[in-house]
């Protein structure tokens, strides 16, 4: 119904400067340029790949409470995007103008708002948010530069209007900052995530479109992952890069190999299942959320037998030594500590137990009172 009111309403609309915008840009360079070549790198910090690696890079290595609350801001805005595209159904300038606007590279779907404006928006800005106790310039200064670079190169490949871009972004940025009030204000995370999975249902009424679907699963894959690491999995970070890189790796390729894996297997039981969009979007749902939940929850179970396995190679035993002198040299013993420890060992070969403020005639005089006690 909401497909066919969009539809009613018109789905190529556009303000008057868009279109000519976009063909200056393509003119400064088109299919095999030099800039053709650089924004098509520069997009690639919307897509799926980076911006899960970034989040990746931070669960799994650095610190994996700043990293599940970049993931909260990533598939918020993942999941709300596709559901406003399919009510606004705006068609791509590509698809509207045909004969103006070249289509330097592979996409479908609806336009309006841009998912890898948002996309960015919401993993950059959310990591300098995640980490704004730290006051890092240069996380701030990404958190600016790369949205805005992401959203540039979509309308020189031709695939977003100005404005397209433009509610990405604000979309991206609006959902850190509602996300991370309500982390703040609601003591259960658990609420929040009921919550998005909730407001996300009414998508299945409505959305045609492959990446609502997608991000469905990952949101119920996101929200058991966490469940299950916080009772079961309890996995330690780690600010060794090579082993952060690692993980990182292993977690992509295990990525890569389970969807091809439930894909072949499904497509051997069912090879048309592509046809039939319920059970494909069905499936495409439930892929996604065990995909995310065996990497978030089950995955990390292997770090501790890794550690091991690093102490037996003697890889670690140098590294740990010295995360434990900096450790131990951060940690200021306060006076009451070390009067306590001085107390305690001497009184230990005496009983009954005296302070040691106590004088040797004093000590001599309490033991007879003691005795004719």
Known sequence: MINLLAAAIGTTWELPFEIPFIVWLQSLGGEGSFLYYLMNFITMFGEEVILVGVMGFVYWGLDKKRGEKIGMFMLTAALVNPMIKNIACRTRPFDSHPDLVDNLRDVDGYSFPSGHS???ASV????????????????????????????????YL?????????????????????????????????FIYGGILIVGLAGFF??????????????????????????????????????????????????????????????????DYEGDFWFESIFRVLRYAVIVFLLLGVYPLLFAQTEKLWKKLGWTKKEHTVEE??????????????????????????????????PPDEKDETTPDTKNI
């Not at 530069?145 to 979509?154: H, K, W």
């Not at 604000?170 to 658990?190: E, H, I, P």
């Not at 790796?249 to 497509?267: D, T």
Request: aromatic share 12%; glycine share 8%.
């Open 124 to 155: 950059f800005v959310g990591t300098a948010v995640a980490y704004k106790d730290k006051k890092s310039k240069w996380l701030i200064s990404l958190a600016v530069i790369i949205p805005l670079l992401v959203a540039l190169s979509r309308n």
């Open 118 to 120: 948002s996309g960015s």
């Open 325 to 358: 002198n900096v450790d131990t040299a951060d940690i200021e013993p306060s006076p009451e500590t070390d009067n306590t420890a001085e107390e305690q060992t001497q009184q230990q070969p005496e009983q009954p137990s005296q302070t040691a403020s106590e």
């Open 206 to 271: 409505y959305c045609t479109t492959s990446d609502f679907f997608t991000a469905y699963g990952i949101a119920v894959g996101f929200t058991f992952g966490m469940l299950f690491d916080e009772k079961v999995t309890k996995f330690q970070n780690t600010k060794v890069w090579w082993r952060i890189v690692l993980r990182v790796a292993v977690g992509g390729g295990l990525y890569l190999g389970l969807n091809s894996m439930f894909k072949a297997i499904v497509g051997a039981i069912y090879p």
């Open 158 to 190: 031709g695939a977003h209007y100005l404005t397209d871009v433009v509610a990405g972004l604000a979309l991206g940025v609006a959902v850190v900052f509602l996300v991370d009030w309500l982390t703040r204000v609601v003591k259960n995370k658990y």
